[in-house]
């Protein structure tokens, strides 16, 4: 009975008011002192982290890692990018080689945060860790694979995929070049190169960086993800311009709108290109004379199209409009809005309104107009 509250007090102990951390009894009850460094290294880390970049998230992860600008990729991945609020179980700590432990985690989030809530998920996943001089350090699953993956590398894009995959080195050269262009046109606020991760399917993607099941998984080969502060990109392909627009704008801010309407003006979306888009989008509307396009948190629902990211093509419709009458610079000056509400894209309007001289009252006209008139440049 003795023992049971013990186990009980370090339970409730190691919760705080924000985050959660519990460990399953084998590694509670530990007494191996590697283990219990690590146990209380990981349970310091997870309990003190409030956010990305915060410089005690550093002094907890390998120099080998920090030098490249990546610490804790993972919760990177998440749209939190915190483990306030986080459910952390973490059911097994142990050796796997001469120097490596695994630490493996079930992590659930979700609920409000700031000013958008998302619905509970799970993530199952594994972090690394191995003693420095200075005593342990953490690792990601990225640390492990990456030897056994294939390399290509670019000025600016290093590309890693497994064996067996059919790597096109022409395809990523030429994505490389585009994306030289727009770094010499939009400059390079990325201090390090991108690390662009290529598996046969999203998961095997995720699989790299140490995911063992993630809620945000795709079977869609066009699918991929960008990790905004680890400057990582998750895909199943090589020419992915999409997520690699997303490594330079990501950097500047502004409403998600312009964001993913650049990537999208650039790189199509879900693997059809802008111009395609945006001929659908003709069509779609065409039997609907009393829509609103500037109801932006509405579009998927008024326009109907089975699609749920229209808000992408509406924002590349802006981008190339600011092209015609500004060039780069008036992209440009479309970032300088911030959304107080990231899915309200408050601040697009305001930026759509000062910018481009638009009444908000005249946006949805000019929406129908640009797309009633569109003919491919
Ligand atoms: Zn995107």
Redesign the pocket.
């Known amino acids: 009975m003795k023992q049971f509250v013990f186990l009980i007090l370090i339970l409730f102990s190691a919760q705080s008011i924000a985050q959660k951390i519990t460990f399953d009894i084998g590694t509670l009850v530990s007494q191996d002192s590697s283990i219990i460094a690590i146990r209380e290294l990981w349970k310091s880390y997870v309990l003190n982290y409030k956010k990305e970049n915060d410089s005690i998230v550093f002094k907890y992860w390998n120099k080998a890692e920090t030098n490249r600008g990546l610490t804790d990729i993972i919760i990177s991945t998440t749209p939190i990018k915190s483990y306030l609020n986080a459910d952390l179980l973490t059911f097994e700590i142990k050796k796997i080689d001469t120097q490596f432990y695994i630490i493996r985690n079930i992590l659930t989030l979700g609920g409000k945060f700031g000013e958008t809530s998302y619905n509970e998920f799970t993530i199952i996943y594994n972090i690394y860790a191995k003693k420095d001089s200075l005593g342990f350090k953490l690792y990601n699953g990225l640390y492990q694979y990456e030897p056994k993956l294939l390399h290509f590398e670019t000025k600016y894009v290093d590309f890693y995929y497994p064996v067996g995959y059919k790597f096109n080195n022409q395809k990523a050269s030429e994505l490389c070049t585009v994306y030289s262009d727009l770094i010499n046109k939009f400059g390079n606020p990325n201090k390090h190169k991108v690390i662009y991760l290529i598996g046969n399917n999203l998961d095997e993607a995720y699989h790299y960086i140490g995911v063992e099941y993630t809620p945000f998984s795709s079977s869609n080969l066009a699918a991929g993800y960008?990790i905004e502060s680890q400057n990582i990109i998750l895909t199943c392909r090589e020419n992915h311009l999409?997520?690699l627009?997303?490594t330079i704008f990501k950097q500047y801010g502004g409403s998600t709108m312009f964001?993913?309407g650049i990537?999208?003006y650039y790189g199509g979306?879900g693997g059809s290109s802008y111009s395609v888009l945006i001929h659908q989008l003709k069509k779609a509307i065409a039997s609907k004379p009393k829509i609103d396009l500037s109801k932006f948190d509405d579009l998927d629902n008024s326009i109907g199209n089975g699609d749920f990211n229209n808000y992408?093509i509406i924002g590349a419709i802006f981008i190339d409009y600011a092209f015609k009458i500004g060039g780069s610079e008036k992209v440009m000056a479309l970032f300088r809005y911030k959304d107080v509400d990231t899915f309200k894209f408050d601040g697009a309007v305001t930026a759509v309104c000062k910018e481009f001289g638009i009444q908000k009252d005249q946006i949805n006209s000019f929406l129908k107009n640009y797309i009633n008139t569109h003919k491919d440049s």
Do not use: F
Request: charged share 20%.
């Open positions: 960008h999409h997520e627009i997303h964001q993913e990537a999208t979306m992408y």
